[in-house]
Each structure stands twice: as structure tokens, then as C-alpha cells.
């Protein structure tokens, strides 16, 4: 038999369900990755990333050569082949020209993604070859957690529930899909595809990001680096993971997205280290890893959440349109709304690629309850600019933020922007680095410049107007708006 591998959203060597099961079947496995034009098309020309994704690659490709020699293959032998063109001509191609009786791939439940495999799995069965698909990129997928009715569950705590109990009952879902004990099969670089190598950025039509502009651990490597820093700081996770200023989170989120990192094995290191027992700081942390399963089984079931809302009867919701709520929706991008938290997210978000999460509910909320904008703004100025973005679980924050989606926060909820602000960070640790122009503010002062004494804004020389702009609307106002834009729907409350 000889198999190969179609990488995606799972740039690793290792823990991998598709490579795992192409090389108890096959003797001669090859790995490859397309960069898929239609992807690619639409991006900015500098995009973090596809600067992390061919960071990546590059680490891969020395792993499975280690992998190869490990199993006596020479050094340099066994290669990641990497194409650029249309995926689903690029694949079939490939199988057919390295004689390949089988075609493995994990899942990808995003509706393009969908359509994209079908195409290539036509393409493969008229050519008589195989093709087998796993799950790899959650816990749980699709229908393997629904209610006692067998119906999917759109409410997240029942859904954890059930999540947890499957767990428990199931625990080999957690265990690892290894491939070292069967790397044997990895097969030598065939020749007749010229020479190995991964092309550069600048022949995929993309300008080079380096290292220190990234700021990202890229690869495996990466994955474990952050994976090492945070684990002795699961306990704390629960009572720091609000506060952006602090180093509460994990940052894996961009390496869940690419598959550098298998989320079994960040499931057991959660349940190893407390959860299991619910222990508050593992438990917190695995309930967000739960979050991610739970958007990605929304998706499978509810397509139509890519570009509506949720609950249908939000559809009806009348956004702010025309050059005003442009204008509202370019200083939100832009970070130059007035208030201090909103705009330090969103520079954060510009300058690094991460934002983090309070901020996102923050900036999310701010832009739909306060400024009136359409969250499918927001959501698509996101996927541009999150190193992370995942379809699944970007769609289901913003549907959470705006109201109109599943077990989203009430329409007549609506966060303050400044007690927000005064709450998760209160000595303005993180406005002060994302927003230097107050950064000499006094504490009271820096939620809400525009309530400011002269004398302060004066002795922090800060000139509102023109150093930084005065609030672009009023909180309370824009609430009632809301309340009226929502109310008007006689949504029930
Ligand atoms: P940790 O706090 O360390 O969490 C661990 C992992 O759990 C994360 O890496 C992520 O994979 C998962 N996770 C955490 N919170 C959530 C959540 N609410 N929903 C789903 N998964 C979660 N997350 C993305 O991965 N991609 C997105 O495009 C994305 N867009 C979002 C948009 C909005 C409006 C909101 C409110 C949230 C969004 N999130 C998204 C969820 C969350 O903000 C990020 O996953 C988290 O901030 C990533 O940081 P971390 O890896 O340090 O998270």
C-alpha cells in the first residue's frame, strides 16, 4: 500500500490521527501541504498568518526527516512536499503521480472546507484510490455529544455536561494517535517530483514577517514552548484569565488553529492536572477547550450561521448603515473610539495579530451594542486580523457578543465600556501599553479621559480632541438605542 497524507489545519508529526492511520496501513507514506490558492487570493500580502504557517512547515519538514532517520532512512530522505496551486486538482494530481492507493486527511467541518474535500474525494474514487477521513482538531465532533432526544444541543452547560460524561466514559479519546512507533513507513522524497523544499513567502505572492515582527513560537516547538510556560500557571487560570494585563492565558489559541499543538493532548494535561476533579484552574481552562468543541459541533449542525444569525428572527435587527456608522466602524478598526480599553484591544489586535479574550467581548460588544454596527463587520474584520481565526469559534463570539446566537448574552445585557475597563484593568496596565498617549493618566482618569479635570488631562498633557479623540458616542445614549433597535423585535426577555 502506499498512502498519502493531505495536511491542514494539523501541522505536526506527531498525535496525528490521519498520519497515525496511514502508517499502520501503508508501508510507503507521504506527507504533503498545498498552499490553496483560493485560500491565499483574498489575504493581505502581509498576513502573520501565512508567515506562521511556512514557519511551520519548515519545522515539520526537519521533523519528519528526523522521524525517517530514526527509522534508518539517510538524513535529509524523508520530506514534507509542499505545492502551491488549486488544492483539489494539486491532491488527486500528487496521488496519481506517486502511484498512491490511499488518501488520508482529518476532518475540517468548515462549510468551504467541506465542499473542497468532496470535490477531492470525487476526484480520487474516479481514480480508484482511496480516501479516509478522521476526526483530529476537537474532543468530540459532530453528533458524538446530543441530548437525550438525539438532537444537537445549542446551549453550552448542558452541553458541557454531557461533553464531560462522555469523557469519562470514553477516556481513549484523549489518547494519543502516535506515529513514531510506525514511522518505518515514511517513505523517501520521490524524484521524479524535482527537488525538495518548501517555496519561499515571496514566490506565494506574500511579503516575509521576521521573527521579532511575528512574535509568535511558530511550529511544534512553539506549541511546546508555550505549552511548558503555562502548565505551572493552570492553577492560577481561573482567578487571572479576565485580566488582559496579566500573563493568565495560554496563547495556544493560533496553535490549536494550525494543529501544531493536538488538543488531546492538551485535554490531558487539563484533566491530569485537576480537572478531572474539578480542581478550579484546570477545570476553568478545559471548560474553554470545551467552548471550542461546542462552536465546532454549532457549525456541523447550523451551517447557516455563516452569514446569519443564529436565532433567524435577529436577521430582522436594523444596523446602523451609511457614511456615519462607516466612519464609527473605521475608528473602531482603527482603535480611535475614545475609549481607552476598547481602542488598546483593538491596537493589540493590530499590532500582534492576539487580542485578548475579555477584550474581544469587550470590543465586540462595543461595536454592536454601542456603535450599532453589524457584527458581520466585526466578525470579518476579525478573520483578517487574528492570528487564531477559526470560523467556528469567531462566528460564535461574535454571535454571543451581538445577541443572535446560541446561548449568547441577553440583547437588554449590554457591557459599559468604562466599568469594564475599571474592572479588568484597573491601574491601566494594558491601556497604558496599547494607548501611550495617556499612559501618564492617573488611574481614575484613564477609563474615561472625557470626565477628566482639566488639570489632570493638563499635567498628563494630554489634549483630547487632538491627542486623543474625544469619545465617539455616549455610553447611555447608545444603550437606549440599542434597547430600542432590539426591543422593537419583541425578542422574548
Ligand atoms: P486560553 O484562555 O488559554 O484558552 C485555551 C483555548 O481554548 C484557546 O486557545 C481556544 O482554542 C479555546 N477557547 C478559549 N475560549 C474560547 C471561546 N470562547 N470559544 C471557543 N474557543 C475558546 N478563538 C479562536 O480560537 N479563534 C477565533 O477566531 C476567535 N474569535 C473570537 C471572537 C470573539 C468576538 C470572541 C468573544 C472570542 C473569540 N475567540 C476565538 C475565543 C477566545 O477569545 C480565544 O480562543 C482566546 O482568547 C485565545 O487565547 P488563548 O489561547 O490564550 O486562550
Keep these: 500500500q502506499r498512502a498519502l497524507v493531505w495536511l491542514r489545519r494539523d501541522l505536526r508529526a506527531d498525535d496525528h490521527a490521519a498520519l497515525a492511520a496511514a502508517c499502520t496501513q501503508a508501508d510507503q507514506v507521504w506527507c504533503a501541504f498545498v498552499f490553496d490558492t483560493p ?144 514511522a518505518l513507513a515514511l517513505a523517501p522524497w520521490p524524484e521524479d517530483l524535482g527537488t525538495p523544499g518548501i517555496p519561499p513567502l515571496a514566490a506565494l505572492g506574500f511579503e516575509p514577517i521576521d521573527d521579532t515582527l511575528l512574535r509568535l513560537p511558530c511550529g511544534s516547538a512553539g506549541a511546546r514552548t508555550l505549552l511548558a510556560d503555562f502548565l505551572p500557571r493552570i492553577d492560577g487560570y481561573a482567578d487571572k484569565r479576565d485580566f488582559p494585563a496579566c500573563k493568565g492565558p495560554s496563547y495556544l489559541s493560533v496553535h490549536l488553529r494550525f494543529g501544531t499543538v493536538s488538543i488531546r493532548e492538551l485535554v490531558r494535561e487539563a484533566w491530569g492536572r485537576g480537572a478531572a ?137 449590554i457591557f459599559n465600556p468604562v466599568t469594564q475597563s475599571e474592572k479588568f484593568d484597573p491601574q491601566g496596565r494594558f491601556i497604558r501599553r496599547y494607548v501611550p498617549e495617556l499612559a501618564k493618566l492617573d488611574d481614575r482618569s484613564l477609563h474615561a479621559p472625557w470626565l477628566a479635570p482639566a488639570l489632570s488631562l493638563a499635567a498628563a498633557g494630554v489634549r483630547l480632541g487632538t491627542d486623543y479623540p474625544h469619545p465617539v458616542v455616549d455610553h447611555d445614549a447608545a444603550r437606549q438605542r440599542t434597547l430600542a433597535r432590539f426591543g422593537s423585535l419583541k425578542p422574548g426577555r
Design 39 to 182: 485560500l491565499l487570493d483574498p489575504l493581505p500580502r502581509r498576513d502573520r498568518r501565512v508567515a506562521f504557517i511556512h514557519h511551520s512547515l519548515t519545522q515539520l519538514d526537519a521533523e519528519l526527516d528526523a522521524l525517517g532517520q530514526r527509522h534508518g532512512h539517510a538524513p535529509g530522505a524523508v520530506r514534507l512536499i509542499v505545492q502551491h496551486g488549486v488544492a483539489t486538482e494539486v491532491i488527486p494530481a500528487l496521488a496519481r503521480q506517486l502511484r498512491a492507493d490511499l488518501v488520508c486527511l482529518n476532518h475540517d467541518d468548515e462549510p468551504d472546507a467541506l465542499r473542497r474535500d468532496a470535490q477531492v474525494r470525487e476526484h480520487l474514487h474516479a481514480a480508484g484510490i482511496v480516501c479516509q477521513s478522521f476526526k483530529d482538531h476537537v474532543l468530540f465532533e459532530r453528533s458524538e455529544v446530543l441530548t437525550g432526544a438525539n438532537r444537537p444541543y445549542s446551549v453550552f452547560t448542558p452541553y458541557k455536561n454531557a461533553w464531560l460524561k462522555r469523557l469519562r466514559a470514553h477516556p481513549e479519546a484523549m489518547a494519543p494517535h502516535a506515529v513514531a512507533p510506525h
Design 277 to 413: 476533579d474539578n480542581a478550579p484552574g484546570p477545570a476553568t481552562w478545559l471548560s474553554e477547550l470545551i467552548w471550542r468543541d461546542f462552536y465546532h459541533q454549532i457549525l456541523h449542525h447550523n451551517p447557516h450561521v455563516v452569514g446569519q444569525a443564529f436565532k433567524l428572527e435577529f436577521d430582522s435587527v436594523c444596523w446602523e448603515e451609511g457614511p456615519e456608522a462607516d466612519a464609527l466602524f473605521d475608528a473602531w478598526c482603527h482603535g480611535r473610539t475614545g475609549y481607552p480599553l476598547v481602542d488598546a484591544g483593538m491596537r493589540q489586535l493590530w499590532q500582534t495579530g492576539y487580542m485578548h479574550n475579555r477584550l474581544r467581548m469587550v470590543v465586540a460588544s462595543f461595536l454592536t451594542k454601542d456603535l450599532g454596527v453589524d457584527w458581520r463587520r466585526g466578525e470579518a474584520w476579525f478573520a483578517l486580523h487574528l492570528n487564531d481565526f477559526d470560523l467556528a469559534a469567531n462566528n460564535g463570539g461574535w454571535q454571543w457578543a451581538a445577541s443572535t446566537g446560541c446561548d449568547a448574552q441577553p440583547w437588554f445585557r
